[in-house]
């Protein structure tokens, strides 16, 4: 083997690391507590700047509000929690959260399943059914709840997570 052919070859395996480096790299999932905290905010949207308001909130008699959420994605609570803060919702796993379903005609459905925290108060429940990142800034996260389920594309922006927009999924 001359020369030539051995710096050639060392040239190319030094592109071939560099590349699998790289991908590396640029292949690391974030963290789905962030994304996920960015997509409830968006499907709660409606209510947080309403409920945001202390006055408003003790009117409609809601201090905090507790919603359980069942995922077999690994969250970080407290980090839930924290990014939820600015917003009335208080994260609990659905672990810690008991349940009561009560049979009947409710139109479309024939029972009703009632969610409460640890305290005993009425609590509303979410799914988080999957988080996937196409890339370290880039989340879907597909939420289900009662009457039916949305996918939120999370984008992260100057260290932040929001969520860019979303599309239903399915509706009852």
């Given at each position: 083997?001359?020369?030539?052919?051995?710096?050639?070859?060392?040239?190319i395996?030094?592109?071939?690391?560099?590349?699998?480096?790289?991908?590396?790299?640029?292949?690391?999932?974030?963290?789905?507590?962030?994304?996920?905290?960015?997509?409830?905010?968006?499907?709660?949207?409606?209510?947080?700047?309403?409920?945001?308001?202390?006055?408003?909130?003790?009117?409609?008699?809601?201090?905090?509000?507790?919603?359980?959420?069942?995922?077999?994605?690994?969250?970080?609570?407290?980090?839930?929690?924290?990014?939820?803060?600015?917003?009335?919702?208080h994260?609990?796993?659905?672990?810690?959260?008991?349940?009561?379903?009560?049979?009947?005609?409710?139109?479309?459905?024939?029972?009703?399943?009632?969610?409460?925290?640890k305290?005993?108060?009425?609590?509303?429940?979410?799914?988080?059914?999957a988080?996937?990142?196409?890339?370290?800034?880039?989340?879907?996260?597909?939420?289900?709840?009662?009457?039916?389920?949305?996918?939120?594309?999370?984008?992260?922006?100057?260290?932040?997570?929001?969520?860019?927009?979303?599309?239903?999924?399915?509706?009852?």
């Amino acid at each position: 083997m001359d020369k030539t052919s051995v710096v050639g070859l060392t040239a190319i395996a030094g592109f071939v690391a560099g590349g699998v480096w790289l991908s590396a790299l640029l292949d690391r999932s974030p963290d789905p507590t962030e994304p996920v905290a960015a997509a409830i905010k968006a499907d709660f949207s409606e209510y947080i700047p309403y409920l945001k308001d202390p006055v408003r909130r003790a009117e409609a008699g809601i201090d905090k509000a507790a919603i359980c959420i069942q995922t077999e994605e690994l969250l970080d609570y407290p980090i839930l929690a924290d990014r939820l803060a600015d917003s009335f919702l208080h994260p609990i796993p659905v672990a810690d959260c008991t349940s009561k379903t009560v049979e009947g005609d409710f139109g479309m459905f024939t029972a009703l399943t009632y969610w409460f925290d640890k305290d005993g108060a009425e609590a509303g429940k979410i799914d988080v059914v999957a988080v996937r990142c196409p890339t370290p800034s880039r989340c879907f996260v597909d939420i289900d709840h009662r009457g039916g389920g949305n996918r939120y594309e999370a984008i992260r922006s100057d260290g932040r997570w929001m969520a860019k927009w979303h599309k239903m999924r399915w509706v009852v």
